[in-house]
């Protein structure tokens, strides 16, 4: 147990959310609990992970998470380890909801995106229909986040591309999608910014700077691809040969990335198998496989064509993960690291109370909010 590596979670602590400050010590090395000096209260090793609240051993649902995120049937996980097919599904959820804390935190953060691919998958579920839309960085093939909805229409794309701009800077963006002409109308209604003008009304928007769309629509006939339509929507033939050849060893514009993307997800969620019998029950089911098999996939599975030539350690190939080749991290992550990893909540912000602050509120705010 090291004190140093651990935040307090209580939100209503001053040091809430902040490491190595001191204020935190060993409360029962037995029950492996620590003790906040600030707030006073004690809290669990586990807290904050998905492993907390849990009695089984960590390496058991670690196992199971392990195989689920690569495929397996739970049925046959169920069989072989003697569970109950609800503990399973349990452990699937606290796998998902913490594998999106981890991609909130850590993905969506703003970088040079470069080029995204943006596509969308049909899924059979009990009672309907539900469409999964999903976005990838081209040049360090990390999963940048994925929408569910009943319908395929605008407000499905608008809120992937949300997700899309959380991620990105304010830098030259190329978007390279199919030809859902709904791709188009979110981009322009989502990469914008409004401008202040002090005068009532609604303020006039400005869209970024650099934002190319680029879109390939399969012509078909009898249900077989008989041609291929290239089109620039936005920007220049120059600007985005550009964005390609920066991105992708060649300058044909093509959404190949993200549509084998989209077959790691069909062969590792049984929900989104074709022709499969095994369909999805929920569609907060489904959310919580596509968080689980998307953060795997970036922090816990080395991606061959991210790897650089170099000798280290006798090997002539160096490997990296998604993660690693988008400078998030510098190491591939295990299922039990992932599993583990304590999202800090935000700073504390001291409660709002009429008159002037007292002494000891300026004193935390001193020490903790600076």
Request: proline residues 5%; positive net charge; charged residues 15%.
């Amino acid at each position: 147990m090291n004190p140093q590596d651990v935040f307090c979670p209580n939100l209503n602590c001053p040091a809430s959310g902040q490491r190595g400050q001191g204020n935190i010590g060993i409360h029962s090395q037995k029950q492996r609990r620590y003790r906040c000096g600030v707030c006073g209260q004690t809290f669990s090793e586990r807290k904050g992970t998905a492993f907390y609240g849990l009695h089984s051993p960590a390496e058991l649902v670690t196992l199971v998470i392990t195989l689920l995120a690569y495929g397996c049937p739970l049925q046959a996980i169920v069989i072989a380890f003697h569970l109950d097919e609800r503990t399973v599904r349990n452990w699937q959820a606290r796998a998902g909801q913490q594998c999106e804390r981890v991609h909130q935190h850590l993905v969506q953060q703003p970088r040079d995106l470069g080029q995204v691919q943006l596509d969308e998958l049909r899924v059979k579920k009990q009672g309907g229909i539900v469409w999964l839309a999903c976005a990838l960085q081209v040049r360090t093939r990390l999963w940048l986040g994925g929408a569910l909805s009943a319908q395929h229409d605008l407000p499905l794309i608008v809120h992937l591309v949300q997700q899309v701009r959380a991620c990105a800077l304010c830098r030259t963006l190329l978007f390279c999608t199919d030809g859902f002409r709904a791709y188009v109308s979110a981009i322009q209604q989502v990469f914008r910014e409004a401008i202040p003008t002090g005068k009532p009304g609604r303020p006039a928007w400005r869209p970024w700077d650099g934002i190319l769309i680029a879109q390939v629509v399969k012509q078909y006939a009898q249900h077989h691809v008989v041609g291929v339509l290239r089109r620039v929507v936005q920007g220049t033939t120059v600007q985005v040969e550009a964005m390609l050849q920066q991105t992708q060893p060649t300058t044909t514009i093509n959404t190949a990335y993200i549509e084998r993307l989209n077959a790691t997800f069909r062969s590792r969620l049984s929900g989104l198998i074709r022709r499969g019998r095994a369909l999805a029950r929920q569609t907060v089911s489904l959310q919580h496989g596509l968080y689980l098999i998307g953060s795997v996939y970036n922090f816990c599975a080395y991606h061959k064509s991210l790897r650089l030539s170099g000798i280290i350690n006798g090997h002539q190939w160096i490997p990296r993960t998604p993660a690693i080749a988008a400078g998030i991290t510098d190491h591939r992550w295990s299922v039990h690291e992932l599993l583990s990893f304590q999202v800090p909540p935000k700073r504390w912000t001291p409660p709002k109370q009429p008159g002037r602050p007292s002494a000891e509120t300026k004193r935390l705010v001193a020490r903790w909010c600076t």
